[in-house]
């Protein structure tokens, strides 16, 4: 049983945007350095459960949707787990929670799916940023962050393709819109269960399904790239979420030239040390992405990747 939190941080507020996702703003009670964090960093939340003493306190992490430059609460961007997989989640106790409660927020942010730790801030290809669920939260954090530095911004370099289950399940779709008519902000969301969510006319299916082999062309076309022109030399790829996003992403993209990250991943596919990484993941469960110990899984994306490396 893990030890009782000594709380350090009050919910100063939160916004409940359906039953099962809630904006958590949260003060912690010494206010951090201003630049303590980057965009797409996380940190971790916890709690003591009140009402099973017996099961002691939980902590998990959380990436951060405020932006650096905001001075206030940390604003993070929450889904409740409806089976989870521990005696005591998080998600169930945060639930409880009500404006002014007291809570545990470690406040040190930690993870390198940065802009800056990746590719490098003066990286000029589009930055493409595949969320599904609260996936988004690191995504908005780094154009708010954007906006906080240049009030002018032009946001045309960032592309925010948003997939969830519900319409209603879009979190911060007004922002966003507001981003894409007054700075350019490339956003799609995606909905896979357009027939319980009336009145949506924007894409259905998974977020993934963008870069399936024939949709890409239609991405091209909103990106303004010729057919063919999706590749690792226009853009690079962020992806946030649970495995089923991540895994088929990368599986529809390796034709594509996009490279992974991940250094075991790298080593299945054949990588040559050299070559530079231009897909990066931040993955919210603990599922293997892809079986990369399964050969018939793992050799045709090898090929794929190979060749198109190749013709780039
Ligand atoms: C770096 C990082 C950042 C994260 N940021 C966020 C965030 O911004 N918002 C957020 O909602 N979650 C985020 N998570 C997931 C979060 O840490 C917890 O795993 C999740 O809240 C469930 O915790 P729990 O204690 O309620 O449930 P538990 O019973 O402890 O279950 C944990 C398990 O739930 C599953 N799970 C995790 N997230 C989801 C999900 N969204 N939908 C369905 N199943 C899930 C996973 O299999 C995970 O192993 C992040 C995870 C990581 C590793």
């Known amino acids: 049983m893990a030890k009782p939190l000594v709380y350090n941080a009050t919910l100063v507020e939160r916004v409940d945007l359906t039953d099962a996702l809630c904006l958590y703003r949260i003060l912690p009670d010494e206010r951090p350095a201003p ?3 980057t965009p797409g960093q996380y940190c971790v939340l916890g709690a003591n459960n009140e009402v099973k003493p017996e099961l002691g306190s939980v902590r998990r992490s959380m990436s951060i949707a405020s ?8 604003e993070f961007y929450i ?4 089976k989870p997989e521990s005696d005591n989640p998080l998600t169930h106790l945060l639930w409880k929670l009500k404006n002014g409660d007291r809570m545990y927020m470690r406040p040190v942010a930690a993870g390198v799916f940065t802009v800056k730790d990746t590719v490098g801030v003066d990286d000029p290809r589009l930055r493409v940023m595949v969320a599904a ?4 939260a690191p995504f908005v954090s780094m154009v708010r962050s954007e906006l906080r530095r240049n009030p002018k911004a032009d946001l045309s370099q960032w592309v925010l393709l948003h997939g969830a289950s519900y319409a209603a399940d879009l979190g911060y779709r007004d922002e966003l819109n507001r981003l894409v008519a007054e700075h350019g902000l490339r956003y799609w969301g995606t909905v896979s269960r357009p027939k319980d ?3 949506w006319h924007g894409d259905v299916g998974r977020v993934e399904q963008f870069f399936a082999p024939d949709r890409l062309g239609d991405l091209e076309a909103r990106l303004g790239l010729p057919p063919g022109g999706f590749t690792s030399k226009s853009a690079v790829i962020f992806i946030c979420g649970l495995q089923g996003t991540i895994g088929t992403t990368i599986t529809n993209l390796c034709a594509r030239g996009f490279v992974p990250d991940h250094k075991r991943m790298r080593e299945a596919l054949g990588v040559a040390a050299e070559q530079p990484a231009t897909l990066f993941y931040e993955q919210y469960d603990t599922e293997p992405v892809i079986d990369i110990k ?10 794929q990747l190979a060749a198109a490396l190749k013709s780039l």
């Open 294 to 303: 399964n050969p018939d899984v793992v050799a045709p994306l090898a090929a």
């Open 133 to 136: 669920g609260t996936g988004s």
């Open 79 to 82: 889904r409740y787990v409806g």
């Open 35 to 37: 630049g303590w964090f």
């Open 67 to 74: 932006a650096p430059e905001d001075g206030g609460p940390i």
């Open 197 to 199: 969510s009336p009145g």
